[in-house]
């Protein structure tokens, strides 16, 4: 069943929610910072209002460079309602991380922390289409005197010379998605509010069952896909609660389960692995109104999967997404057949196959290439038409990923043809951090790796080559990229190989140097 209910604009559930349940918590935050439906509607209309007052265009790209907070969907939801585009940024991303998105999306404003406020006046001067800054969050950081813009709690408690566009056309672009692709350079993914909205009708009401009566606990980073997707038009699109941890704490949200009031918990496999650790270090693996737990990501390991649900007597229903098919293609169904290490069945009204490097079809039991066509595929990436033209053909996805189908039609992923390196649920491009350690002055040659970390999934690690058989300090390889890089992407080691192997076309031969790490390790 799709729930073709839930699909409509923005605007129009909030509006919906609210004269149906206005008093009704939508989202809190760790701050306590709350909205009901009644408010949000509210708010978000005024917000939209004074955006387009100050001369946001229908299809204008606005930023939001915003810790885990309720103005976070405040601001989604006011862009939405003004016919603009969001452009989500993570809150922990570096300087030239975020120069390269405004720039690429050619943002007209951004809604700003006060701790990045600073960074983002200086790069407005270089930035010509960038022409409005609103200050959100209330971090308790307070921006120097003069340089305080316009605060989003202020305009959206203050009435608007203008009513919000609420634009009607869901198949217009909507949100602008980085994602880290293999080329190193993250692609601008474009979704539209239907795609988003038709994972929720297809993945997250039916099969998750979420509902209005839901208390969702999200401990997601609400600039990735997977909670834009779960945590922000899951909600909106139901009228379930939320509470929204600025990050995720394995005994904070230990805490919070045991306490009780959560009805589902969407994660990444690195938290639940954390969580599992947790409740066995202090012998409480308690979640008594928890529902489902929902992993999606990356890999979930059969035995974290079997352990963490003996441990809490709940289901832990993986599912499969990516940035490119607004996330979900595939999730368990609980009470179904379960395979652990499946990550279940396609999504109903979805088209997926598994094919060989020919295009055909393999049968079930054989590894190939996962593709997906229906209407949660991307658009395009943005600017890029050679690598959007590469990665859809005649409405296909090529997602990448190799996996398997058992006789049931149940899919377990079982690796990339990409690069990719997935550090607990964080996407890391080889070719980023390469960049990165290539331009230290004792650097002549790199490459990067993912290596197997026992938490973490995987780890990137990079092999390099000095500079003049120069003596090379490793830690201030790490530093520079420190630097350069969010704090994730930052190789976790750093090893010294006589050369980087390479195809004839150019292309480095990294199982060659997994070989060679391997055969250095101890033991
Ligand atoms: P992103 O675009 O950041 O969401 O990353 C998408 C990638 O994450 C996919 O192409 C897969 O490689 C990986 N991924 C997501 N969910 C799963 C899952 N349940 N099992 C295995 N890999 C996954």
């Known amino acids: 069943m799709i729930r073709t209910d839930l699909i409509a604009p923005i605007g129009e559930l909030v509006r919906r929610h609210a004269a149906r349940r206005g008093h009704k918590p939508a989202f809190e935050d760790a701050g306590g910072a709350a909205l009901s439906y009644a408010e949000l509607d509210a ?14 265009r229908a299809g204008d790209t606005v930023a939001i460079l915003l810790p885990n907070c309720v103005d976070w969907v405040l601001a989604c939801v006011a862009i939405a309602r003004a016919g603009a585009v969001s452009v989500p940024i993570s809150h922990d991303a570096v300087e030239a991380e975020i120069r390269y998105r405004l720039e690429d999306s050619r ?8 701790q990045h406020l600073p960074l983002v006046r200086r790069l407005q001067r270089e ?3 960038l022409r409005q800054l609103l200050l959100g969050a209330d971090t308790g950081v307070e921006p120097a005197a003069g340089e305080r813009p316009e605060s989003l709690a202020v305009l959206a408690r203050t009435p608007a010379g203008s009513a919000p566009r609420d634009p009607q056309d869901i198949h217009a672009t909507a949100f ?15 979704l539209s509010q239907h795609s988003m909205l038709w994972v929720v009708a297809a993945c997250w009401a039916p099969i998750a069952g979420l509902c209005e009566s839901d208390r969702v606990l999200s401990p997601l980073p609400l600039f990735h896909s997977y909670a834009l997707n779960i945590s922000v038009m899951g909600i909106l699109a139901t009228g379930a609660s939320e509470f929204l941890l600025p990050r995720f704490s394995t005994q904070e949200v230990l805490a919070r389960l045991r306490d009780g009031g959560y009805t589902l918990m969407p994660g990444v496999p690195t938290m639940f692995h954390y969580l599992l650790e947790g409740a066995r270090a202090d012998g409480r693996a308690q979640a008594p109104s928890i529902r489902h737990f929902l992993s999606a990501g990356a890999i979930m390991p059969a035995s974290l999967n079997r352990d963490f649900e003996a441990a809490f007597g709940k289901s832990l229903l993986d599912g499969y997404g990516i940035t490119e098919t607004s ?29 060989d490097t020919q295009g055909r079809d393999v049968a079930p039991g054989e590894q190939g290439e996962l593709i997906v066509r229906g209407p949660n595929v991307m658009q395009g990436y943005l600017n ?20 398997r189908s058992d006789v049931n039609g149940l899919l377990a992923i079982t690796g990339r043809l990409k690069e990719l390196i997935i550090r607990g649920g ?14 230290h002055p004792d650097v002549l040659d790199c490459a990067v790796l993912g290596v197997a970390h026992p938490q973490l999934g995987e780890v990137p690690v990079a092999c390099i080559v000095a500079r003049d058989g120069r003596a090379v300090d490793v830690e201030s390889i790490r530093s520079h990229c420190a630097g350069l890089l969010s704090a994730y992407k930052v190789p976790h080691a750093v090893h010294l190989v ?26």
């Open 43 to 56: 708010r978000s209309a005024a917000l939209a209002g004074h955006l387009q007052d100050r001369g946001l």
């Open 127 to 129: 930035l010509p289409a």
């Open 498 to 523: 006589p050369e980087v192997p390479r195809t004839g076309s150019g292309k480095i031969m990294r199982f060659r140097l997994r070989e060679a790490l391997a055969a250095q390790a101890p033991g």
């Open 327 to 355: 996330t979900m293609v595939t999730l368990n169904w609980p009470g179904a057949q379960r395979v652990m290490g499946s990550c279940g069945l396609p999504l109903p009204g979805l088209a997926v196959r598994i094919v």
């Open 107 to 114: 943002c007209a404003a951004v809604i700003v922390s006060p």
């Open 384 to 403: 890029k038409p050679a690598e959007t033209a590469a990665a859809l053909l005649d409405g296909w996805y090529r997602t990448g990923d190799l996996a």
């Open 176 to 190: 602008i998605v980085y994602t880290s692709g293999t080329t190193g350079r993250a692609k601008g993914v474009m």
């Open 426 to 439: 964080q996407n890391i491009a080889p070719a980023e951090v390469e960049e990165a350690v290539l331009s």
